[in-house]
């Protein structure tokens, strides 16, 4: 087991952040977590803090983009460079996060995680050393979009290793959760911060190295893939019972036949509810996140500070030349703080998936980012103390319903095609989620960003109308 120890070391690291070990006692809550457990945890932390690191660091490159090109030289033609011809050309790539992530759950049934997980880590480093040594935007393009195919199969392999080999698995998915938004939060921040002491180039080389680290640990990785649903009640290696429909689960989907009937297996039952679920959380989530620093910049009316301000001059580069000092854009940093507020949220929300009825914590969940949402604007008007309030509210709520979805999806799915049912989860989260980025940009552009708030709103109105529906389905365990 050699890599069972290292969850220690990641978790300690994880107690030690500022603040964070008065409000999660981490070393106390895996006391009692077994090996097997604290190896996959060990896993899917290292690399689900790598997948939203690398999503969240793109987006700081694109500023930089935009000043650099003029062009995207297709060799017959050419394009301008413009916020449209770049945000499809990202769009690629992020697209392929969401949609790669339904034959991700495919094939992740058929292989194993372990292995798809290894492939996604070494995928997302070869993609960032690509990006590294890009001399143009088509390379660019192709770098973003093999690391979207690289990254979409981390979600169905990470989340079915969590529901058929951890026994603690409402702890798993918390801190499945906790890595994800530290990479959420800190991506940024480390991009941010190392783009004022070297090119883009060069960091994304840099960003590379951690990818590798991790995928060079991954191998290393020892663990039984279906211990969880081989001690459950009714269940053994190849399967456990499907608690909504009374059958045994399956072992995968071999071919497009079969694909095709376990689909309809899967959304003949409580399944297609949580689908449409979770389309709901994803359009929230894409809908508020992508324009939520820009609204952060207007209502707190921040002027970007000037870095001599905050570092010593020898450390302030171009301080001995005649080029502008570089400045911070504050939102920026602000919006990755809150953003790691939904640490506090994850763990939260996973450790009450052991407590209560998941589909009771998805009603408590999306009725609050309802009444955030509602909210929002309102109370933000009032002054920064009020805004930085409303916002940690909104990136708790938002990260604290992740894992009661994930749990439910659980629940509501026979253990053989558990790979299946989060690819279909995870198409429904970022594929279509993804819309809700360019519905969002819609209606800022026909409406304002009340109209904008009361969409969201609806959208989690819509989310917790469908776990009202799950919660009255479902019988009461006995």
Partial sequence: MVFSGRINRTISGVRHLPGLHTIIPVGDVLADVNRNDRSIVALVMLAHGMVHTYELSIPIFVA????????????????????ASLGLMVGLGFALFGLGALPGGVLVD???????????????????????????????????????AAASVYHPAGLRLI??????????????????????????????????????????????V??????????????????????????????????????????????????????????????????????????YYRGVTTFLPDLLGSVIGIEPVPISSVLPAALVPGSDSATATPTLDVELYVYAGLLTIGVLGQYVGGKLTDRIRTERGLVVGFGALALVAVAFLPIASLGVGPLLAICALLGFFLFMVQPFYQATVAEYTPAGLRGLS?????????????????????????????????????????????????????????
């Fill in 64 to 83: 930089l983009w935009l000043h650099e090109y003029t062009v995207i030289d297709l060799g017959l033609t050419s394009i301008p460079v413009t916020t």
């Fill in 110 to 148: 058929r292989v194993g995680s372990k292995r798809l997980i290894v492939g996604c880590l070494l995928g997302m480093a070869g993609s960032f050393v690509l990006l590294a040594a890009a001399p143009n935007l088509v390379v660019v393009a192709l770098a973003l979009v093999l690391w979207g």
């Fill in 163 to 208: 529901s058929t080999g951890v026994e603690a698995r409402g702890t798993g998915f918390a801190y499945h959760g906790i890595a994800g938004n530290l990479g959420i939060g800190f991506g940024p921040f480390l991009t941010a911060l190392l783009l004022l002491f070297f090119d883009w180039h060069v960091v994304a080389g840099v960003l590379a």
């Fill in 210 to 283: 951690p990818a590798l680290v991790a995928a060079a640990f991954a191998t290393r990785a020892d663990f039984e893939e279906q211990a969880a649903v081989a001690a459950a009640d009714g269940g053994d290696e190849r399967g456990e019972h499907d608690e909504t429909t009374g059958d045994k689960a399956g072992t995968g989907v071999s071919s497009l036949g079969e694909f095709v009937s376990q689909s309809k297996h899967l959304f003949a039952g409580g399944f297609a509810l949580v689908f449409a679920l979770v389309m709901f959380s994803g359009l």
């Fill in 422 to 478: 989060y690819g279909f989860t995870y198409l429904g989260v970022f594929g279509v989620g993804a819309l809700g980025g360019a519905i969002a940009g819609y209606v800022l552009a026909v409406a304002d960003s009340t109209a904008l708030f009361t969409v969201l709103a609806g959208f989690a109105a819509a989310a917790t109308l469908l776990g009202v529906t799950l919660l009255r389905r479902r019988p009461t365990p006995a």
